[in-house]
């Protein structure tokens, strides 16, 4: 069974960088898309970035030209990559696995403020 552990939040200032990591605890074969969500308080998880086993990667617009999305394949571990972070960024991260049946990680804290 794979198991999903997020890593990279904290607490950064408006227009910082961070950069979360997703560490799949096994290999992930044949046809998945892993994604980042986010909860914000109040408000509903959204999908924030995905990336399709063939590579294909998708964005929410509010992050568009801000956030990268990636995968290091050999370390089993995604990647996002946030910059010119804002207020409205401050959630919860959670990566998951889509493979027909969806895997959560545990989530990370995001704090974008002065």
């Known amino acids: 069974q794979v198991r999903l552990v997020e890593s990279g939040g904290g607490l950064v200032q408006p227009g910082g960088s961070l950069r979360l990591s997703c560490a799949a605890s096994?290999?992930?074969?044949?046809?998945?898309?892993m994604g980042w969500y986010r909860r914000a308080p109040g408000k509903q998880r959204e999908l924030v970035a995905s990336?399709?086993?063939?590579?294909?990667?998708r964005y929410a617009d509010s992050v568009t030209g801000r956030f990268t999305i990636s995968r290091d394949k050999a370390k089993n571990t995604m990647y996002l990559q946030m910059n010119s972070l804002k207020p409205s960024d401050t959630a919860v991260y959670y990566c998951?696995?889509?493979?027909?049946?969806?895997?959560w990680g545990q989530g990370t804290q995001v704090t974008v403020s002065s």
């Open positions: 998951n696995v889509d493979r027909g049946w969806v895997t």
């Open positions: 096994g290999s992930i074969f044949g046809i998945y898309t």
């Open positions: 990336i399709s086993s063939t590579d294909t990667t």
